[in-house]
């Protein structure tokens, strides 16, 4: 590990205190109900006041409870004779919302207040990307390049402002991934002590309690709760921590590593990575299971049937609730101007407009026009240089088979092609952001290559000069990139003229009204 575990901590933590004070800097701006924070604020709020979502005045073309939480006002709530006629289906686990409420909690229920947990979590997803990077590469330095990238991409920057879950999806899929990464350096060390200190046997020992296996369950449990999109990591990084277990077996040379890792490993991976989630994301539901107002609930008749019957029907109820959502995703068609296909959204064709007022007085900033936007874009920078290095990836692990190349891949993998299934077979609505989880691990891909162009560090002196001067090149015009979003990524005040030159396609400019 290049750098002492100081550094290796303080280097990490500054960089994500710089992220930190981007996020949180104007938080509550705009002061405005933004894109879809109309369905997840008042369903955290919902949560914390009946410990489930109920239903809300008005609808989208008439937004009363937007309306009235702007101004002050918390009486938001449809009135109906009996609370479970006001019961709402929602559409997402409830993890997401309970992190929203914490906020709304903490700070009242006004735009910093709902936002809050959002930038924490987006704060403290640099510092965690930061930390695993480096152990991936053992270089502080490529961590640290890794947060830095991470701060100043655009979408990222946006989701950590904005009362969405998609961030959270995000924040636990990572920690879930730091945690696989954990677990697989934990394991090695475990079977080199016990290669160096035993008897010999042909599938090696058992490891006994993995605590970071544990922990990336649960995470991505989390990331389950949050969002049903999260299977997808948590089934890959399943796999790939078994194919570990099995690859640390083969490189100590034992004879019957593969029958090792079955019978020693697979048990317990499937009680961290299986058992633990399923607990995760029911716990993520409790509010449901003891509220008797909730989507879907036989409360009355079920207590008045016994105990059994009460445990059995909540249980049933709440499968059939599951069986609704899964078929409300697969059945959601429905056109909407800022909806993009998963092929588009690496070149950044189609993004997503937050928010863009269109009555500001001219007096706002001194022009005949103003313009005060808020663009769920990434920083082209990051996006367009990521796909050459994800595709610089794939011949690295065809000839070499790094695993850091590997893990990278799948993460990308695992969170972009499942959309193109329900593009192609359903004709799913589908936005860019739904690539935020993927964005750590696109930036994974081009610090991997950094390190490639930085060289080894018994490389000459030359080749290492040269190698910093690109990358470092490289992050100065990321940042430059990203300064020259960030007023459109941010919801400033700025002319008409301002706000279309950083629109820098035809389909940036459709993204928001005109």
């Known amino acids: 590990m290049q750098g002492g575990a100081l550094l290796g901590w303080l280097a990490p933590l500054a960089v994500a205190i710089f992220g930190g004070i981007l996020r949180f800097v104007r938080l509550g701006e705009p002061k405005a109900v933004v894109f879809d924070e109309t369905f997840y604020v008042k369903d955290a709020y919902s949560l914390l006041k009946y410990g489930v979502e109920m239903a809300t005045l008005g609808d989208a073309k008439n937004p009363i409870a937007d309306r009235r939480l702007i101004a002050g006002s918390l009486d938001i709530f449809k009135q109906c004779a009996q609370p479970s006629e006001c019961a709402s289906f929602v559409a997402h686990p409830p993890l997401g919302k309970w992190m929203i409420g914490v906020g709304e909690w903490l700070f009242g229920m006004n735009p910093f207040g709902w936002r809050f947990a959002a930038a924490l979590a987006g704060t403290l997803s640099i510092l965690v990307l930061a930390r695993v990077a480096r152990r991936m590469t053992r270089s502080t330095l490529l961590g640290c390049l890794a947060g830095l990238l991470l701060a100043l991409d655009g979408l990222h920057l946006v989701l950590s402002r904005t009362g969405l879950l998609d961030i959270f999806l995000m924040f636990w899929v990572l920690c879930g991934f730091a945690c696989v990464v954990a677990d697989r350096d934990w394991a090695r060390h475990r079977l080199v002590r016990w290669y160096e200190s035993a008897a010999r046997t042909a599938t090696g020992p058992r490891l006994g309690w993995r605590p970071w296996r544990l922990a990336a369950g649960a995470c991505l449990g989390a990331a389950c709760a949050v969002k049903w999109s999260g299977i997808f990591f948590l089934i890959g ?89 899964l078929g409300f995703h697969s059945g959601l068609e429905a056109y909407h101007p800022y909806m993009s296909e998963p092929w588009q959204w690496p070149l950044l064709l189609r ?57 990278t891949l799948l993460g990308v993998a695992v969170g972009w092609l499942p959309w193109f299934y329900y593009a192609i077979a359903d004709n799913r609505t589908m936005y860019l952001f739904y690539m935020i989880p993927v964005v750590p691990f696109m930036v994974l891909a081009l610090v991997l290559v950094a390190g490639l162009v930085l060289g080894r560090q018994d490389a000459p002196a030359t080749r290492r000069a040269t190698g910093a001067a690109v990358v470092g090149a490289y992050a100065l015009v990321t940042l430059i990139n990203f300064w020259w979003l960030y007023p459109v990524l941010t919801a400033e005040t700025i002319t008409h003229a301002q706000w279309w030159a950083r629109m820098l396609m035809s389909s940036w400019v459709t993204a928001a009204p005109k």
């Open 237 to 325: 990084f399943a796999v790939l921590s078994l194919m570990w277990d099995m690859g640390a077996r083969r490189a100590l040379g034992l004879r019957e590593p593969y029958r090792g890792a079955l019978a020693y490993d697979l048990p317990g991976g499937f009680g961290a990575m299986a058992l633990v989630p399923a607990l995760v994301f029911t716990a993520s539901w409790s509010g449901w299971f003891v509220s008797a107002d909730g989507w879907g609930r036989n409360w009355e008749r079920a207590t008045s049937s016994g105990p059994l019957f009460f445990v059995f029907d909540s249980v049933r109820s709440w499968v059939q609730y599951q069986l609704q959502v």
């Open 351 to 407: 993004p997503v407009s937050f928010h863009y007022p269109t009555d500001l007085p001219p007096s706002a900033c001194g022009a005949d026009k103003c313009a005060q936007a808020v663009l769920g874009v990434g920083t082209p920078m990051i996006w367009y240089a990521a796909a050459l290095a994800l595709l610089g990836l794939v011949a690295w692990y065809v000839s070499a088979r790094d695993w850091r190349a590997g893990a």
